[in-house]
Every structure is written in C-alpha cells, then in structure tokens.
C-alpha cells in the first residue's frame, strides 16, 4: 500500500510564496510520474502539475510561469514551489501518484491566499 502525506498548506497573502510536500512511503526512484491536483469548494478537481521520473514537467496554464513541481528522490518527496499566489489559487491540493496502473491519492492540504 502506497501512503503519500502533503504538508505545507496555510494562509498567505496574495502575492505571496509557499511550499508543498509530498512525502511518499515507498521508494519514488523508479516512480514515473508524480503531480498535484487541487479542488477549490464547488469545483471539480483540476490538475495542476506533474513530474516524471527523468525530470520533465509540465503545468496547467493557470499556474505556468509561478509554480515549479520537483523531486528529491532521496528522500521520496515531491515538492511544488507556488509563488505569486492569487486567491484563484485558494484549494486543497491533494499529490498523486500511479503505480502499476493503480492511482494513488494523498490526504489533502489546504491552501488559502486572502488579505
């Protein structure tokens, strides 16, 4: 069973930074893809970004340009770095992974931008 624990959500103010992470409970060397999704109230889940193993990215176009996903392999954790936050950006973001044509889903973490 594969356990992925986010960490790192809070309040911000708009325009400003924080960090997420993502640490999973096995080995992610031979993981290909990681990512973040993020469900704001009253909306469906929306994919936000993913990383693969030999490092490429990719982005929603909402959020390309301020957020930047990696991985520390090492440590089996994931990260998105979110700056110049909006309030649009208000959600819970949840990391996933799949393995084996299973998904895996973490817990959730809340992040909220508001003055």
């Known amino acids: 069973q594969v356990q992925l624990v986010e960490s790192g959500g809070g309040l911000v103010q708009p325009g400003g930074s924080l960090r997420l992470s993502c640490a999973a409970s096995?080995?992610?060397?031979?993981?290909?893809?990681m990512g973040w999704y993020r469900q704001a109230p009253g909306k469906l889940r929306e994919w936000v970004a993913l990383?693969?193993?030999?490092?490429?990215?990719d982005y929603a176009d909402s959020v390309k340009g301020r957020f930047t996903i990696s991985r520390d392999n090492a440590k089996n954790t994931v990260y998105l770095q979110m700056n110049s936050l909006k309030p649009e950006d208000t959600a819970v973001y949840y990391c996933?992974?799949?393995?084996?044509?299973?998904?895996?889903w973490g817990q959730g973490t809340q992040v909220t931008v508001s003055s």
């Open positions: 996933y992974t799949t393995i084996r044509g299973s998904v895996y």
């Open positions: 096995v080995s992610i060397f031979s993981i290909n893809t």
């Open positions: 990383i693969t193993t030999p490092g490429s990215t």
